[in-house]
């Protein structure tokens, strides 16, 4: 994928769960921040069926969009929405090219028994088909939006970017850049290394990387031993972190943003 220069569509795809309105809050942030337009995708196998069903489906979408919406979004029509039928992850990506969105939003399936998040198939699956930035928003109901009247101010907290030094972080980092300024934090770079490795040496191949953070205000360092799901979950346990960024290359099947979404509240975004 081309290094991100700007996100002009962001597509919130929700489900009739009680989950849905973090999700949409949470698109509804980062549209406000990116000035960008929002649009909701519900994938409704109503959408297919009778004509009683149709009108059901609409008139649940309907409702949504006025009470599931933050402030003004929804109420003043500022967003659009969508309602699609089919196999979810397949109808999300195809909604997402339809509309060019730069950004897809959508939750977690859900807790499991044993009340951990569950990354679900349609999550995995968009995750993998997806060709632009996938944000996961774990059921945790993170607070990363503020609404003040009309306004839906987003509320980041620290963003913190995992990187591999053998893989490129351009996109993470041009997103990292684009989201920024919704933060009163400079961006963390982590990097997980081997035990007993020379941290001053990785720090000083990390550097070009802070640096390179558009915005010009660069990005603080942090190297740590061990697991990097571990890493990332003690750091975001530890700090106001509200946002992690991966590099989908580091994080093919979704392990580690499921690992992440699984124990702390952060919103986890997947680039390719």
Same mark, same amino acid.
Not at 124 to 133: F, H, I, Q
Not at 236 to 239: C, G, I, L, Q
Not at 242 to 250: N, T, Y
């Given at each position: 994928m081309s290094q991100i220069s700007a996100i002009r569509t962001i597509l919130c795809a929700i489900d009739d769960s009680a989950?849905?309105?973090a999700v949409a809050f949470a698109a509804a942030g980062m549209a406000e921040h990116l000035k960008a337009r929002l649009v909701v995708v519900r994938v409704d196998s109503r959408a297919d069926g !009778?004509?009683?069903?149709?009108?059901? $489906?609409?008139q649940a979408l309907a409702e949504f969009m006025m009470e599931g919406l933050p402030g003004g979004l929804g109420y003043r029509d500022q967003a659009e929405s969508r309602l699609v039928a089919g196999e979810p992850a397949e109808a999300i990506l195809t909604a997402a090219v339809a509309e060019q969105a730069g950004l897809i939003v959508m939750g977690t399936r859900g807790r499991g028994a044993i009340s951990r998040t569950l990354l679900g198939s349609t999550a /995995?699956?968009?995750? =993998?088909?997806?060709?632009?930035?996938v944000a996961i928003v774990p059921p945790s109901d993170p607070e990363i939006v503020t609404v003040v009247g009309a306004r839906t101010i987003p509320r980041?907290?620290?963003?913190?970017?995992?990187?591999?030094? =053998? !893989?490129? $972080?351009?996109?993470q980092l041009?997103?990292?850049g684009l989201l920024a300024p919704g933060s009163?934090?400079?961006?963390? #770079?982590?990097?997980?290394t081997e035990s007993g490795a020379d941290h001053g040496l990785v720090r000083e191949r990390m550097n070009p990387l802070g640096l390179g953070v558009p915005g010009g205000r660069g990005a603080k360092l942090l190297v740590l031993d061990g697991d990097v799901a571990d890493s990332i979950v003690k750091v975001? =346990?530890?700090?106001d972190v509200? #946002?992690?960024? #991966?590099? /989908?290359?580091?994080d093919a099947a979704g392990s580690v943003a499921c690992a992440v979404l699984e124990r702390t509240r952060a919103v986890v975004i997947v680039v390719p």
């Open positions: 989950h849905a309105p !009778s004509t009683s069903e149709q009108a059901a $489906a609409r /995995r699956d968009v995750l =993998k088909g997806a060709s632009v930035p980041f907290g620290i963003i913190l970017v995992p990187v591999d030094l =053998k !893989s490129p $972080a351009a996109s041009a997103l990292t009163a934090h400079r961006p963390m #770079l982590l990097h997980v975001t =346990k530890k700090d509200g #946002l992690v960024i #991966l590099g /989908r290359a580091h």
